[in-house]
């Protein structure tokens, strides 16, 4: 437990560390910033396909693995359609923290939710070293996320220490759903090959719906390239290394 808790607290709080930035800064080029999604894109890739999913066949088979990934992938289109979404570093906005732009925030919490629940599903496994890997992945996503949320809020004249902290809070739903997923899966042996596969699908959905689309925006195509790569051998060499 205390693994889990300090593995969901660091995932969560990296939200605030990448927000810290805009304490001192307006601007983040939109070429670091593609490449700063794209990497963690790549570390969410080999995540997904490279502990979550091979610990998921180990402990089930094929049709468990299908059916949780295409759970998570369903539930994340679902969650698309049901709350606002927008385009984080390709927005340019002029209003206010008005009604519309709370319930953004809201939706950018709530998609934080699968975040945490991979964390905890993945703990649940008995495999520490996958729940520490997938921790440590979701931190690096949750780094250049906060800091755009940041940004943005910083453009809707909010405060910076405002933005910072809200940017922060959005993360930390992600100890709360790490902590429900853990004990779900705890409860039930036989779910643990099912939430492993649904973290994967969420994943995938992040990095294919989100990740990569935004880091192809600005003409930063090749640079994006790069970078996603070597964020997916980062993630190989962690999990080879860690073994």
């Known amino acids: 437990m205390q693994s889990l808790l300090w593995g969901s607290v660091l995932s969560a709080l990296s939200t605030g ?4 930035p805009v304490l001192f800064l307006k601007q983040v080029s ?9 990497f963690t894109a790549g570390i969410m890739m080999a995540a997904a396909t ?3 999913m ?3 066949l180990a402990s089930s088979d ?3 693995l299908c059916l949780g990934v295409l759970t998570g992938t369903l539930v994340l289109t679902l969650l698309e359609q049901i ?3 927008i385009e984080l570093e390709h927005t340019r906005m002029n209003i206010r923290m008005d009604e519309k732009s709370l319930l953004i925030l809201a939706a950018i919490t709530l998609h934080n939710l699968p975040e945490g629940l991979s964390v905890g599903v993945s703990y649940a496994s008995g495999d520490q070293q996958l729940g520490g890997l997938i921790a440590f992945a979701i931190g690096l996503q949750n780094a250049p996320e906060g800091l755009l949320i940041a940004l943005f809020l910083l453009n809707q004249q909010t405060s910076r220490w405002n933005a910072f902290l809200l940017a922060t809070f959005t993360g930390s739903v992600e100890i709360v759903a790490a902590l429900i997923g853990n004990y779900l ?3 039930v042996a036989g779910l643990v ?3 492993l596969s649904f973290a994967a699908g969420a994943m995938l959905f992040i990095v294919y719906k989100e990740l990569i689309p935004e880091s192809h925006g600005d003409g930063h195509e090749v640079s994006a390239t790069f970078s996603f790569i070597i964020g997916l051998l980062v993630m190989i060499g962690l999990v080879q290394w860690l073994g």
């Open 185 to 187: 899966t705890s409860l």
């Open 30 to 38: 939109h070429r670091w910033r593609d490449i700063l999604l794209a």
């Open 62 to 64: 094929f049709i468990v």
């Open 54 to 56: 091979p610990q998921a």
């Open 193 to 195: 090959p099912y939430g």
């Open 83 to 85: 709350v606002p979404h």
């Open 17 to 20: 560390v990448g927000a810290l």
């Open 50 to 52: 490279f502990s979550l």
